[in-house]
């Protein structure tokens, strides 16, 4: 691990690029009172939905202390980030775990991340898949059955074919079994065979977010589509 600041940003931000995510150092961000300086600033991009992580990093010689976390928390907030994260490789104080408890900061180390093998990173990437799931149960089921047939969102009675019910049950069932954080686990579900090539075994976080994803973002693209034509209508 490099002893140099500046280095030690810039290896975190590879980090998260070797996820797929993209990352970028040195980055000034606009809150609602003010700006901040952010040392990683993280993004992931979807159809119709972005995540911003903001990343600070504390490579020193002495354990974080709570007054750093709680700045962290400040400034997640006033740019409406969906989480923060702190590196800092010589640990936290304990009054500085006490106030990342229960909030969407979380307190970590470059070493650590790595060792554990991206997991960590795409635990917090289910949660993320969780609401945006949920965001479609919501819209899916704010439209009637004919038009969901109509656009391809379910089959008619008695046929075969595309059922975004049938993703949302499977992937709200897999991501609480993944938020167990008990791997390896089997699918063992009713729709799983529906879905070509989706394993019968989630060998870790990284796999189930993996295969959960593309079916999620498919299901957000036909109900974009849908909801394009419906306001058309209209």
């Not at 980090?15 to 980055?27: D, I, M, Q, V």
């Not at 304990?94 to 900061?105: D, F, I, Q, R």
């Not at 799931?133 to 038009?147: A, V």
């Not at 969901?148 to 069932?173: K, M, Q």
């Amino acid at each position: 691990m490099t002893e140099d600041w500046y280095e030690y940003q810039e290896e975190a931000a590879e980090f998260f690029r070797s996820l797929g995510l993209e990352a970028k150092t040195n980055t000034i961000v606009r809150g609602v009172r003010t700006t901040h300086d952010i040392d990683v600033l993280v993004k992931s991009q979807y159809a119709g939905f972005e995540v911003t992580w903001i990343v600070e990093c504390k490579y020193w010689n002495s354990r974080v202390s709570k007054l750093h976390v709680l700045g962290l928390r400040e400034i997640v907030s006033d740019t409406g980030a969906d989480r923060g994260i702190m590196l800092a490789e010589k640990g936290f104080q304990s009054g500085a775990a006490e106030a990342a408890t229960l909030t969407n900061v979380h307190l970590t180390s470059l070493a650590d991340v790595r060792y554990a093998a991206s997991d960590e990173v795409f635990g917090m990437r289910l949660s993320e898949l969780y609401d945006r799931i949920e965001k479609c149960r919501d819209r899916y089921w704010s439209i009637t059955k004919e038009t969901r047939i109509e656009h391809g969102l379910r089959p008619d009675v008695f046929e075969n074919g595309y059922s975004g019910a049938n993703i949302i049950t499977l992937a709200e069932d897999l991501l609480r079994k993944g938020f167990r954080g008990v791997y390896p686990f089997e699918t063992n579900h009713l729709y799983r065979h529906a879905v070509n090539a989706f394993p019968a075994v989630i060998e870790s976080a990284g796999v189930l977010f993996a295969h959960l994803e593309p079916l999620i973002r498919e299901l957000e693209q036909r109900l974009d589509d849908c909801f394009v034509v419906l306001v058309d209508k209209k």
